[in-house]
């Protein structure tokens, strides 16, 4: 039975820039920091000079475990402003004064906010925050206009009292519910939403006794960040793993950890139904032995021998039953490389296969970086050594094309 996700999870690994301005909404900028860093967002906060006689600096560096900035040339940090523009995935001005959406508006640099504005190249998000004539007033919402014609998204304003004890519009909106916008913002950019992936990772243990056990040098760093990249493209993901020493860290992912090639198989004969994507990148041991001995084997100094039988091929039962699924198998070889990972694309019925050399430096087990080949029936892509996050990146966009046909 597959559960659909409950639990908001969009925010996870996104590097968010939260710039502050000098309003008294500003010290909810302090919870709305809190909320996306528990979310799982990366934070840098910019502040205007303004903004810090309401919200302590030392306050958002704490919370968001990383140095703020406020002034262009502090630290002779003065070029951090492109830094930080080309590092976030979104920028969110919260609160923004009218005075800000001013300067904002008419490509003042002045600060580091508004220097990080101008540089960053991610979309911008503003919660603006104002007495309500000031919210009203004809220069406000001239330049409100031209920041949304230049395609920062501003968040509606609350109405109730105001600082300045009339009643009106010109609240901040809460820090939930601009948490809330940001999600259904990258929630939108899903790429895989209606996607149930099954994917395998790591190795599998085969028992000899209680204590011993044949297996493999698979980490699972492979597998694991494939299911990652799917996940944070909203992606449904089922995880079936062997024994891993790696943490998984997108709260999404839905982990079914097993120990032998019987329980992958079982488990994946569970989720394979219901999925319409496949990856097959675990390292299933090919043989387990035939009779488990119940108690320690004595060392006895003769030879022993151990009867091994063939375990199932999970991918290969998968294929045979895909109706209509995507099937990415994985192939790890020594030698003859093309020829044989092109028989197991064709015999395990994968409609890619993801090859990876221990002829290659830094590809395959165990390591940060992997060196793989795409192959299908008819075409071949080579890939450079890269991270394994960056080659599930690859893998991941290059099936996306061809699903999303
Ligand atoms: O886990 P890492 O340390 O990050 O290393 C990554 C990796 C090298 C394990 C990974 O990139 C990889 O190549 N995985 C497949 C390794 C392998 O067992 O290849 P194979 O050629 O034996 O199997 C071919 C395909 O059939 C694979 O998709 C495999 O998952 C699948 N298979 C194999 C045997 C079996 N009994 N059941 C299977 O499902």
Same mark, same amino acid.
């Given at each position: 039975m597959i559960n659909s996700n409950? *639990?908001? *999870?969009? =925010?996870?690994?996104k590097k968010i820039l939260l710039g502050i301005c000098g309003s008294i909404a500003a010290y909810k900028s302090a919870y709305l920091c809190r909320l996306l860093v528990k979310a799982g967002a990366e934070v840098r906060v910019t502040m205007t000079r303004d903004s810090a006689n309401f919200i302590g600096p030392v306050t958002l560096s704490t919370l968001s475990k990383n140095p703020v900035h406020i002034d262009l040339s502090e630290d002779n940090q003065w070029s951090d402003h492109v830094e930080w523009g080309l590092w976030a995935d979104l920028m969110v001005i919260a609160p923004v004064t009218a005075h800000t959406v001013a300067k904002l508006a008419n490509g003042y640099t002045d600060n580091m906010l508004t220097a990080t504005y101008l540089s960053a190249r991610c979309p911008v998000m503003a919660a603006p925050a104002m007495d309500l004539d000031m919210w009203n007033h004809p220069g406000t919402r001239r330049n409100i206009g031209t920041l949304k014609s230049d395609g920062v998204q501003i968040l509606d304003v609350a109405e109730g009292e105001l600082a300045s004890g009339l009643h009106g519009p010109g609240r901040m909106l809460e820090p939930e519910d601009i948490v809330n916008k940001i999600e259904s913002f990258f929630e939108k950019k899903w790429? =895989?939403?209606?996607q149930i992936a099954l994917v395998t990772a790591g190795p599998t243990v085969e028992p000899i006794d209680p204590v011993r056990y044949i297996s493999n040098h698979s980490s699972g760093k492979m597998g694991v960040a494939i299911a990652e990249v799917l996940a944070s493209r909203g992606a449904e993901v089922h995880l079936v793993h062997g024994p891993l020493t790696i943490d998984i860290g997108h709260p999404s992912i839905h982990c079914h950890p097993v120990q032998t090639a019987g329980e992958m198989l079982e488990k994946c004969l569970e989720i394979h139904p219901n999925c319409t994507l496949a990856i097959f990148a675990a390292a299933v041991s090919d043989y387990s032995v035939s009779i488990v001995s119940k108690e320690k084997i004595k060392k006895e100094g003769k030879p022993v021998q151990l009867n091994l039988t063939a375990n199932p091929d999970v991918a290969a039962t998968c294929g045979k039953r895909k109706n209509g699924k995507y099937h990415v198998g994985f192939a790890l070889e020594t030698q003859n490389e093309i020829k044989n990972a092109r028989k197991k694309l064709t015999d395990k019925h994968f409609d890619l296969i993801v090859l990876n050399s221990l002829q290659d430096e830094g590809a395959g087990f165990n390591k940060d970086t992997n060196k793989v080949t795409f192959i299908e029936q008819n075409k071949m892509v080579e890939l450079e050594l890269k991270t394994k996050v960056e080659v599930a990146e690859d893998l991941v966009q290059y099936i996306e094309q061809k699903i999303n046909r």
């Open positions: 409950s *639990t908001r *999870t969009a =925010l996870y690994g790429s =895989l939403k209606k």
